[in-house]
Structure formats: C-alpha cells, structure tokens
C-alpha cells in the first residue's frame, strides 16, 4: 500500500513538472531528427540497409529512455530536496516500500515517455518500429525498468545527489555509445567486444531487427538481460533501504 | 510520558549531546532553549528516532489505564508529529495535497483523511488557502502549513522545533495560540525556540541546553531562582520627603534600601516574603507611593546568565 502511495505520489509530482517531461519528450525527437537529417548521405553511402533517421528513431529512443534514470534518482532525491525526509523518517513506513514505491512510479513516468515518444517518431518521423510495435514497446517498458532501478539504486546508494547523479553522468552516456546510440557498431573490433557488456546495445539489436527483417531473433536476449540487471540493481536498493532504517 | 536517560551522541570528536536524562510528562508543555549548536536538533532527531544514540535509552510510556511499560518502536511512530524547522513539504502541491500526503503516511484514507486533512487546515488558519499550490503561499502561511503537515494524524506527541522562525506578528501570534490549543487537548509538547518571551508564556517545564548538557531544568519559577541571590522592591513617592532608611533595614531579611531622588529601592534577601513590613513601614513613615515594582529576573536572563553573553558561531 505505502508503495503504490509512493508511486502515485511520484507520478503527480513528475505530472506538475511539463517542462521537464516537454524536455524529456521533445528533446529526443529533435535529436532523432538533428541526426537523422544530418547523416542520411553517410548511411546512404555506406549501404546500410536502413536509412539515418530509421536507425537513430531506434536508438537516440533507447538513449531517452535510458536518460530516464536522471528521473528516478530524482523520485529518490526530491524528499531531501524538499526536506520532507525529516517527515518520512518519523512516520510508521518503510524505508524498503518507499524505494518501491520510487521505483515503480519512475517506471510508470519512464515507461511512458518512451512510448509517447515511439508514437510521436513513428507518426511525424516516420520511423518504422516494425509489424510487431507493441513488441517495440515491451522492449521500452522493460528498458525503462532498467533505467528506473538504475537511478533509485545509485540515489539509494550513494545517499548523495551529486554523487549519484555524477555516476549516472559516466554510465549512462557510456553504455548507451558502446550500445552503438551514437554510431553503428562494427562487426568487429573492440568496440564490438565491448557493446556486448551494454544492454542498450541489446535492446538496440532487438529494435532494429523488429523494424527491419522482424525476426525477433535479439528480443529474448534483451528482455533478459534487462529485466536480470533491473532485479540485480533493485536488489541492491532494497538491502541498501533496509539497512538505514 | 517520554524518559530520557543518560543519552549521548557525537559525531567524531564533537560531543553533540552528553549524557542527557529528561522526563516528559504527558500532557507538557516542554520548552528545549538553547544557543546554536547546543544539541537541542540532535536531541529531537533521537527522540523522534532519526537519529540512533550512542549511549543511554529514549522510550515513550503508555499512559493510558490498565497499560505500563515502554511502547514499541511502530506504537511509538504512530503518536509523534513532527514539525521540523525547515519548511518540509511538495512546493508543487497545493496545501491539501501535502496535508494528506502526509498524513495517508499514517493510514489515513478516504473519507477520514479528508476530513483530517480539512481539519489540520482549518487549525492553521488555512481553510481558504486549501487548493492554492504551497510555492504561492507568504513565509507566515508555509510555517503554518508546515504545522498543519505535522498535526493532521492528531498525534498524542507534537514535535515544534523553532516553528515561529522569520515570520510576521500575526502568523507567530497564530501559532502561539494554535500551541495552547494543542496543550488544551492534551497533547505532549516538545518545544524548543529562540525566542525566550515565547518559552516564558507556552511552557510548563523548560530544559536549557549548552554544548550538550542539560544545564538547568524546571518550572520557570526554579529556573529563576537559581541567578536570583536577591529580591528588591521599588517604591515610587509623590514628593521628596525624609525617608528613615534605618527602619526599612531594620526589617527581616532586608539586607539593603537606598533613596534614589523619589526611588526607595529595598533589597532583600531571597525568600524574605517581608513585603507585608515594607508596605507598613511606608505607612508608618507617612510616605505616598504612586508605584510599587518588584524585580524579577526574565527567562532571558536567567538563559543569558546561564549559557554566557558572548557570541556563538
């Protein structure tokens, strides 16, 4: 009860911010088409198979989705920003339901924004998410999961905003470019070897290949490793939370 | 009631609060004054349960019939609201909205939250400003809400750390009063405030502290006595006539008088209870007197004497 308080609570509290969910929606559309206009001549030489805004729609949309976790290590920090901690701490809850409950309402707010901008790509980009695109947003929502429990746990670990928010700085620009959310990943070579680690880069592979030949081949893996990283970092959060009650 | 006992706590080689032993009577108003860095927050912090001590016990006794013994730690949760210094609540939700947020935290739902909610409103003198977003509200009306947060669940213990802090006469008179009111139903309070004219008109019983210790401890009354050596009676005259000091020293207890132009000031030791002589002695000497005063120390004297004048970083 006291999670999906806090869940509830985290959604209203991200519905009375547009500007940041604008920023969060709008940005990522400008960005996909910024690139996607901006490298149409290098894929086309490059005979890709795909064109530039086909493959960034796909992935500059898993790197929104994965910026997501600014959002949830937000959920975790606006009760200190907004002193509110002193409150929480008194009141008869647990601290682990309310990491839940931070958890889950960033999930629903990241979850949402990616779809939103699946749709808005799709409609006024014409990207193609393939014959399967509730697959595509499964692949988001899950996504999204990661990005959710990968903000709490930092925020619940570190305790310290800036700390927190300066290791999301490093790994989320870092595993979403050795995912190949900046440029086409080679079939061989370091770079190649080291996308294996990221899984934006699976998730990427599944996108793409639901958009394009649609065999569903990468969805598994991706779902996989997401949904193991997303349950390994919660976790963490939680045993974290019930050690500072 | 709350017992204190032997609590301490520091933070590396700063002794926050050293050995401290109190006990909260049900229904007090407990006054907790102090300069900065006395130890009064880190107190608060371990009777609320934020903060773990290092030594020594907090527990909270049920006073209710037919019950004795400490209460455990979720019983405990339940019966404090806490007001803390920092205006602690969402700026992006109208003061409703964080009223029952705050308050569904303690089981609140549906229609009983509503009506807590209106309720711990209409105590801050917010029932009109309900659906205005709390960022648009003056300093006097976030203090006030902040109390409102604090009290919604009706809490047997109420928590006030500094709530008239930076705010205009009439939200602190509100306050004030909103205090007594608490006190009437008969709630617990744990006040602690800078401001001396507020501890000396609220509280019951008053603990200073200083660099940790509980220094001094009482009614107002005991904590006066302990920098009083002395009492003295002020008699204003009508006109400069002959004063005979001789017979005003001559009464019990009276250790001095001296006539200051139309000032007879008699300084008697503390305890003497001769004002009865001195009047009939003014009398006697056919003296008109047009005031009487008598000195007696203010809680912010007795707070100055005792915790010292000089600055405090």
Redesign the interface.
Same mark, same amino acid.
């Given at each position: 009860m006291?999670t999906l308080?806090f869940a509830r609570?985290q959604l209203?509290?991200q519905l009375?911010?547009p500007g940041i969910l604008a920023l969060f929606v709008v940005g990522p559309l400008f960005i996909i088409f910024v690139f996607g206009q901006a490298f149409t001549a290098i894929f086309a030489a490059g005979n890709q198979g795909f064109s530039a805004m086909q493959y960034f729609g796909v992935t500059l949309l898993t790197m929104a989705v994965f910026q997501g976790s600014f959002l949830a290590s937000w959920a975790v920090f606006?009760e200190k920003r907004?002193?509110?901690?002193?409150?929480?701490?008194?009141?008869?809850?647990g601290r682990v339901s309310a990491t839940l409950g931070a958890f889950l309402g960033s999930w629903l707010s990241i979850a949402a924004i990616g779809c939103v901008v699946m749709a808005l790509g799709s409609v006024f980009l014409s990207i193609d998410y393939g014959d399967r695109p509730w697959l595509s947003a499964l692949l988001v929502c899950v996504e999204a999961l990661l990005a959710s429990s990968l903000g709490v746990s930092l925020a619940v670990v570190f305790g310290q905003e800036r700390a927190a928010n300066g290791v999301l700085n490093a790994i989320v620009p870092l595993l979403v470019f050795i995912g190949g959310g900046y440029t086409i990943i080679p079939d061989s070579g370091l770079l190649h070897e080291l996308s294996r680690f990221s899984p934006i880069r699976w998730i990427n592979l599944a996108m793409l290949d639901l958009a394009l030949p649609d065999t569903g081949e990468y969805v598994a893996a991706a779902l996989s490793f997401s949904l193991a990283a997303s349950a390994a970092l919660m976790s963490i959060a939680c045993l974290r939370s019930w050690r500072k009650r | 009631m709350i017992e204190i006992r032997n609590v301490s706590k520091s933070f590396g080689p700063t002794m926050a609060v050293d050995n401290v032993s109190l006990t909260i009577r049900d229904g007090e108003l407990f006054g907790l004054l102090g300069p900065n860095g006395a130890g009064k927050s880190t107190l608060i912090?371990m009777i609320?349960?934020?903060l773990a001590q290092d030594g020594g016990s907090v527990s909270f006794m049920d006073g209710a019939a037919g019950k004795a013994g400490a209460l455990d730690a979720?019983a405990v949760?339940?019966m404090?609201g806490?007001v803390?210094q920092?205006?602690? =609540?969402?700026?992006? $939700?109208s003061a409703i909205?964080n009223v029952k947020? =705050?308050a569904?935290? $303690?089981?609140l739902r549906g229609k009983a939250l509503t009506e807590a909610a209106e309720a711990a409103l209409a105590f801050a003198g917010l029932s009109d400003a309900g659906k205005k977003p709390a960022k648009a509200f003056s300093g006097g009306m976030k203090r006030r809400l902040n109390i409102a947060?604090?009290i919604a669940h009706d809490p047997r213990v109420v928590i006030l750390d500094e709530p008239t802090v930076g705010i205009d006469p009439q939200s602190r008179n509100h306050i004030l009063r909103s205090v007594e009111e608490l006190r009437r139903r008969g709630r617990t309070i744990i006040y602690t405030t800078h401001y001396m004219e507020e501890a000396e008109n609220l509280c019951t019983e008053i603990a200073i502290m200083d660099k940790g210790k509980i220094i001094a401890q009482g009614s107002q009354e005991r904590l006066k006595l302990l920098i009083k050596d002395s009492s003295g009676v002020t008699f204003t005259l009508k006109r400069p006539d002959p004063v005979d000091l001789g017979a005003f020293e001559r009464i019990r207890g009276v250790t001095k008088a001296k006539l200051d132009e139309l000032r007879l000031s008699v300084t008697s030791e503390v305890g003497a209870t001769n004002l009865n002589e001195l009047t009939a002695e003014v009398n006697r000497q056919g003296l008109i007197v047009t005031d009487i005063s008598t000195d007696s120390p203010s809680l912010e004297t007795v707070f100055l004497s005792l915790t010292g004048r000089s600055l405090r970083d």
């Open positions: 006291v308080l609570h209203r509290l009375r911010s606006k907004s002193n509110a901690e002193a409150r929480l701490g008194v009141a008869p809850i | 912090n609320t349960g934020l979720k949760k339940r404090i806490l803390p920092d205006l602690a =609540f969402y700026q992006n $939700y909205e947020f =705050f569904s935290l $303690y089981g947060c604090g």
